[in-house]
């Protein structure tokens, strides 16, 4: 309970003191598959937002944080929403999904479940199912404190589909509701270098890699998200560069 609040602040801080927490939790008691579960997910966080210098070491504790947990969080649609949300950032997507649908089996007012399952439609290319299910997820919890994400997967549903003014605006509101986020600034930065409009992407891409130095173009292309979605992994890797990302 102690761990949970950190698990949606979304910077490298707040995510560093869930995993001391959660680790804690798993030493009184090593059977508590929610425990394990929220675990994967803190892992896998440093992999996405390139938090962690050792991105394929991390990315193998949190699928043994995964193993750890199934078998323990059948009936815990929370857990089972942190191991698929885990997994989808790991590149599992079809093994997320099935967690996710189990998830939503048990709790079809889940929020996050919602929101993790219209990621994993992102990372699949199945941009209108994504959609349904951010817009599903906000109408179930517009006050979430995890709104700024859902927000997030639908100004992605909008850039893919080529609507990039439109996705623009609300990476903006995001942002500037929600300033200790950094990560929108990556979409940002790309985003708008893409539109035409380099002076807002430049200043983006500084205010990025203020907050995140070792962040590069090679780094995001490594990204196991990326695995499905290739044509816009190579759009955002160019919006990037327009933006003055260092590629290595």
Not at 119 to 135: C, K, N, P, Q
Not at 146 to 171: E, H, P, Q, Y
Not at 195 to 219: H, N, W, Y
Request: hydrophobic content about 45%.
């Amino acid at each position: 309970m102690r761990a949970y609040p950190k698990l949606w602040g979304q910077n490298k801080e707040d995510n560093k003191q869930a995993f001391a927490l959660l680790k804690e939790a798993i030493a009184i008691d090593p059977t508590y598959g929610r425990a394990h579960a929220l675990l994967a997910w803190c892992q896998a966080l440093n992999v996405t937002y390139v938090w962690t210098k050792t991105p394929e070491e991390e990315l193998q504790n949190a699928l043994s944080a995964v193993d750890a947990a199934a078998g323990l969080i059948d009936d815990d649609p929370t857990a089972l929403t942190a191991v698929g949300g885990a997994l989808s950032h790991c590149g599992d997507q079809e093994r997320a999904a099935a967690f996710l649908e189990k998830a939503l089996a048990l709790d079809p007012n889940n929020a996050w479940a919602w929101t993790r399952f219209g990621w994993v439609g992102l990372y699949m290319g199945e941009i209108d199912r994504a959609t349904e299910r951010f817009e599903r997820a906000l109408t179930l919890s517009p006050a979430d404190p995890f709104a700024f994400n859902m927000r997030m997967g639908i100004a992605l549903s909008l850039a893919m589909a080529g609507s990039l003014s439109k996705a623009l605006a609300v990476v903006r509101e995001v942002i500037n509701k929600y300033p200790e986020v950094t990560w929108p600034y990556r979409h940002l930065a790309a985003l708008s270098a893409l539109s035409g409009d380099l002076k807002t992407a430049r200043r983006a891409a500084q205010k990025l890699l203020v907050a995140q130095p070792d962040f590069t173009i090679e780094r995001f292309r490594a990204l196991p998200t990326g695995q499905n979605i290739p044509h816009w992994v190579d759009q955002m890797s160019e919006g990037l560069r327009l933006a003055g990302v260092p590629e290595r």
